[in-house]
């Protein structure tokens, strides 16, 4: 005896189909010809806007990291050295325009790089904050351990705090003082968090306020300093 099972049947779910239609309207097929005209068109129009940065790309490196690169960084003046950041494995640095690559920041408790600023009138001045904002995606990010400077070019780091956001989306250090800079944290990426928003530092990192919050669900990602003004913010 077969068994007979009392619930309902879900109804057929088909595909959307509006993609075909936008394609093949307003004849409902598509047409080749038409197709093939705007392909040659495209690339007709791409030949005759081409400019400098159209040059082939070629693969500078590191490799040897954990997911993707989150930031670079080149000093004001300089011609050769590159500071890269990675999602969860360190700073690297470059001095020979990216022909060969140095691990910077191993020795800090957190390798997940949110963002790095570098000062403009200082160049051995650096920050960096720790852990990524843009979770999600194919891969995990991890929570950082808040932001770090060094005032030797990267070759040593010293812990400035705030290791409790969670992820770093922006440093920005002030073009006129280099004691003054800014955070935007993005927070906790899995949990509220009353640590989120942005921060403000007058003392080198020794001492943090914050200075905007909106909820503990709403997160600080970007900053821009006005090149003109240095007490406007935008976030």
């Known amino acids: 005896m077969a068994c007979i099972s009392e619930r309902p049947r879900s109804p057929k779910v088909l595909p ?3 993609l075909f239609m936008q394609r093949s309207f307003p004849k409902g097929s598509i047409d080749k010809e038409a197709y093939h005209r705007a392909l040659d068109q495209m690339k007709e129009k791409a030949i005759k806007t081409r400019g400098p940065f159209d040059n082939p790309w070629i693969n500078l490196g590191p490799i040897n990291i ?3 690169i989150t930031d670079i960084e080149m000093p004001v003046g300089s011609e050769s050295d590159i ?7 360190g700073i690297f640095k470059s001095q020979d325009l990216g022909s060969t690559w140095e691990a910077i920041f191993d020795e800090s408790k957190s390798l997940a790089i949110g963002d790095i600023d570098i000062s403009k009138s ?9 852990g990524e904002s843009n979770a999600g995606g194919g891969s995990l990010a991890y929570d950082g351990y808040g932001v770090y400077g060094s005032e030797d070019g990267g070759a040593s780091w010293s812990h400035l705090g705030l290791e409790n956001v969670g ?6 250090i002030d073009p006129s003082d280099n004691s003054r800079i800014f955070v935007a944290a993005m927070g906790a990426l899995f949990q509220n968090s009353n640590e989120r928003g942005i921060y403000r530092t007058t003392d080198s990192g020794q001492t943090w306020e914050q200075i905007l919050f909106i909820s503990d669900s709403t997160g600080g990602i970007d900053l821009v300093i006005h090149p003109n003004d240095s007490n406007v913010i935008y976030a």
């Open 16 to 18: 959307s189909d509006y």
């Open 122 to 130: 200082d160049t051995d001045i650096i920050y960096v904050g720790t």
């Open 66 to 68: 954990c997911g993707r």
């Open 167 to 172: 992820s770093i989306g922006k440093v920005k």
């Open 83 to 89: 500071y890269a950041g990675s999602a969860s494995g």
